[in-house]
């Protein structure tokens, strides 16, 4: 985490249904460089404790459940050499101790961390697979020529191209890997990644940021044959990825320039309250760009439950006018060497009002 992140962020917590929204004091405990590798975010008034783990701090309303769920995924990211063992302290000072009971002591070090290979399947494949130059199987030769023309990362970028943002901030929720964030960042003074998966966002940081270490080689099936694949992005240092809940993001209001949410709300519950979030920590006139399958879930809020569609969308979100639809694009996922999924997308453009 870049420690100009700290002035954009708020507490997450929400007490009695209300969202604390006050400003964080940060604890570094290791740092390399420029960048905040361990440390604590403390809430100035509810006095939440929100840890950063290698680069990536974690801010959640259900802190503590979290890191309790997730307790077999993080440790493997904690680090190994630490003799002082800092980072076992730093979690438990979050996570209550009974949730060690069975991991205590040392045995949190055992498993190696961030290893120099990983491999190359479905979402990496969709986000990193060009630059690897991935050979795909020959039955899908015309669908990719069609997807080639007519796609959504095509439509963002034909959309930023019109921007101005050499001074602005943007944001991609559900980022994932991380591509999207990566054209953002390409595009403005500083980008934010946003996702739920720690595992996903330790991969993209050290993708393009080359945190905590550098990740640049990729196994990838092709012909039937496992191959050792090599990309070699440059660092960008206009980034950081935050883990935080896409419908109550950690964020000032009227922050953004830019907000993308790609295929967050066909897939996610709480939609409405997305795309509200997406509204509030917009600028004035700032845009945001959204894609989902129609009817792929129910566009649910308080209120009641309705079909997931652009109509729908429009009259749910006040604070957004959306003036341009592009229907019909195709979204393909590749799972594997020879398994694919093909999806129907729309896409969205809109604008906020200049009243809220």
Same mark, same amino acid.
């Given at each position: ?59 959640? $309303?259900?802190?503590?459940?979290y890191l309790k ?137 050290? =993708?393009?940021? *080359? ?14 044959? $496992? ?17 935080? $809940? ?20 066909? =897939? ?22 959204? $894609? ?35 229907? *019909? ?28």
């Open positions: 985490m870049k420690l100009q992140t700290l002035s954009d962020l708020i507490c997450p917590k929400i007490h009695n249904g209300k969202k604390c929204h006050k400003i964080l004091d940060l604890h570094i405990t290791k740092e390399k460089k420029d960048e905040i590798l361990y440390g604590l975010l403390i809430c100035t008034k509810c006095r939440t404790k929100y840890p950063i783990i290698q680069g990536i701090p974690i801010l959640l $309303s259900d802190i503590g459940k769920d997730n307790f077999a995924i993080i440790k493997k990211s904690l680090n190994p050499k630490r003799k002082d063992n800092e980072d076992l302290f730093l979690y438990m000072s979050v996570v209550k101790r009974s949730a060690f009971q069975e991991n205590q002591g040392t045995k949190i070090f055992d498993l190696p961390s961030t290893p120099k290979t990983t491999k190359f399947e479905g979402y990496k494949l969709l986000h990193y697979g060009d630059m690897l130059k991935t050979t795909h199987a020959p039955f899908m030769k015309d669908i990719l020529k069609l997807h080639k023309k007519k796609n959504a990362y095509t439509i963002i970028k034909n959309w930023l191209e019109e921007k101005k943002l050499k001074d602005k901030k943007t944001i991609d929720v559900g980022c994932s890997f991380g591509r999207l964030t990566l054209l953002l960042a390409k595009k403005c003074s500083f980008s934010y990644g946003v996702d739920i998966s720690f595992t996903d966002l330790l991969t993209a940081s050290r =993708i393009i940021k *080359h945190v905590p270490n550098k990740l640049s080689r990729f196994k990838v099936k092709e012909s039937g044959k $496992s191959k050792t694949k090599t990309t070699n992005i440059i660092k960008s240092n206009n980034l950081d990825f935050i883990l935080a $809940s896409a419908d109550n993001l950690p964020f000032k209001d009227n922050l953004f320039e830019v907000s993308i949410n790609s295929n967050i709300v066909d =897939i996610a519950s709480k939609n409405v309250n997305i795309l509200k979030e997406a509204g509030r920590t917009l600028e004035k006139k700032g845009e945001l760009f959204v $894609s989902f399958v129609p009817f792929f879930r129910r566009l649910e809020s308080e209120k009641k439950d309705k079909a997931l569609t652009s109509s729908n969308i429009k009259k749910a979100i006040k604070s957004i006018t959306f003036y341009k639809e592009f229907k *019909h694009i195709p979204f393909i996922m590749r799972n594997s060497e020879n398994f694919y999924n093909l999806y129907n997308n729309c896409c969205m453009l809109g604008r906020k009002k200049t009243n809220n």
